[in-house]
């Protein structure tokens, strides 16, 4: 069957697989100095924002990346008060941050303004937390940003970050994992997303080896459906500077947080750190 021009797809040449959705109405399209974006009303999955022509966010199911990008590592973390978030720019994963009350302060460092103003806009949704106090919003190359950052300053690294090309390309690198090392403290952990385990398990083993080359403890990866990414099973992989452990977590506190989610808790916090016979065989834990 051929789709006619109402689906947007996202091809996945290597593995030979799209995913598509039904779009009732285009809504913005730009060129940033930085990337392509577009904006999409869809049929069933609420706004679509799509960058260089891959899948970022959709209405319907962006809560399940956003809450595991944020709470397995700030439950993991004994206290975690200072946060950084890199890219990020649909602000998303800051308003799963920011619902951490004893977080103090948390810095969203994304390249492209033009992500956030239009997430303002089309996802206001996930923008909820971008005026409270504990929040900065910078646009500059989180890459310079963490070089800059003061040694052990840092409780949690987020990098939230589009593929490991073009501009996000130095952010999946020994180097950068090693500026993210010298920032957080002994407890600090760097949670990044790290892509299919099906589509791109080189790259994953590959970060894991980068984190432990950069002096990182420990690493850990945790799994997640996401449906709208390439196979839509997705992961984001931990690393702990020192005295932090990845297998264990905050698991009272879990059970008793007084904020809502929709996809987290203490049980599916356990199940995602389960790894599968696969990811076992081919060292992607
Ligand atoms: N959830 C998405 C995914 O996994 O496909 C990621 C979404 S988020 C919108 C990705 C952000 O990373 C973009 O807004 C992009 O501008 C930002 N980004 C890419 N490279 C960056 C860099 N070097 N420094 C800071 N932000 C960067």
Not at 250 to 255: I, K, P, Q, S
Not at 275 to 281: I, L, M, T, Y
Request: a negative charge.
């Amino acid at each position: 069957m051929t789709l006619d021009k109402n689906w947007f797809s996202e091809q996945h040449a290597d593995a030979g697989s799209a995913f598509s959705l039904k779009i009732k109405k285009k809504l913005h399209e730009e060129q940033t100095p930085f990337q392509h974006i577009e904006i999409y009303d869809t049929e069933t999955f609420g706004k679509l924002m799509v960058i260089d022509g891959c899948y970022m966010v959709t209405s319907r199911e962006n809560f399940i990346y956003h809450e595991m990008m944020a709470h397995p590592a700030l439950f993991t973390h004994p206290d975690p008060k200072k946060v950084l978030i890199i890219g990020g720019g649909d602000c998303g994963t800051l308003r799963e941050v920011l619902k951490h009350r004893d977080v103090n302060q948390a810095w969203q460092v994304d390249i492209d303004e033009a992500v956030t103003r239009l997430s303002e806009k089309y996802f206001p949704e996930l923008c909820v937390s971008n005026g409270d106090g504990r929040a900065e919003l910078l646009f500059e190359d989180g890459i310079k940003w963490i070089q800059e950052s003061e040694p052990g300053s840092l409780d949690i690294i987020i990098v939230d970050s589009t593929d490991p090309v073009g501009l996000a390309k130095g952010l999946f690198g020994e180097a950068f994992y090693r500026s993210c090392f010298h920032a957080l403290d002994a407890d600090g952990i760097l949670v990044h997303q790290s892509e299919s385990p099906l589509y791109h398990p080189k790259l994953l083993k590959s970060m894991h080896k980068a984190m432990h080359k950069a002096g990182f403890n420990a690493t850990k990866t945790h799994h997640f459906p996401q449906p709208s990414y390439p196979s839509g099973w997705w992961s984001a992989t931990m690393a702990c500077r020192e005295n932090t452990g990845l297998d264990g977590f905050r698991e009272d506190d879990v059970r008793n947080k007084i904020f809502k989610t929709r996809y987290y808790n203490a049980d599916m916090h356990k199940a995602a750190l389960a790894q599968p016979e696969f990811c076992k065989e081919a060292g992607l834990g």
